[in-house]
C-alpha cells in the first residue's frame, strides 16, 4: 500500500522560508511526476508545483520563491519556499503520479500559515 507522508509545515513570519518532505513508502514503483498542491480555507485545490524527468513546473504565484526538487533513491519531494507571503498560508499535499498504477496518491497534508 503506497503511503505519501509529509513532514516540514508551520507557522513563519512573512519573508520567512520553510522546507517540505514528502516521503513515499510501499511502492515497486518509480512514479512519473511528484509535486505539491494546497487548498486554502474556502477555496479549491491547486497546484503549487510537479516535477518530473523532463523538468519541473511551477504555478505563477510561487515562480521564482519556492522550488521543486525530488530524490528518486529515496524517493522523497521537496518543496523549499522562500520569501513567504500571507496568501501562501493553507494545507499542502503531497501528490505522486504512477502511470504503472494508473493512479494518482495523496498525503494528508501539511499546514503552513505565514503571519504578516
Avoid: H
Avoid at 87 to 105: L, M
Amino acid at each position: 500500500q503506497v503511503q505519501l507522508v509529509e513532514s516540514g509545515g508551520g507557522l513563519v513570519q512573512a519573508g520567512g522560508s520553510l522546507r517540505l518532505s514528502c516521503a513515499a513508502s510501499g511502492s515497486i514503483f518509480r512514479f512519473n511526476a511528484m509535486g505539491w498542491y494546497r487548498q486554502a480555507p474556502g477555496k479549491q485545490r491547486e497546484l503549487v508545483a510537479t516535477i518530473t524527468s523532463g523538468g519541473s513546473n511551477y504555478a505563477d504565484s510561487v515562480k521564482g520563491r519556492f522550488t521543486v526538487s525530488r530524490d528518486n533513491a529515496k524517493n522523497t519531494v521537496y518543496l523549499q519556499m522562500n520569501s513567504l507571503k500571507p496568501e501562501d498560508t493553507a494545507v499542502y499535499y503531497c501528490n505522486a503520479v504512477s502511470s504503472i498504477a494508473g493512479r494518482a496518491y495523496w498525503g494528508q497534508g501539511t499546514q503552513v500559515t505565514v503571519s504578516s
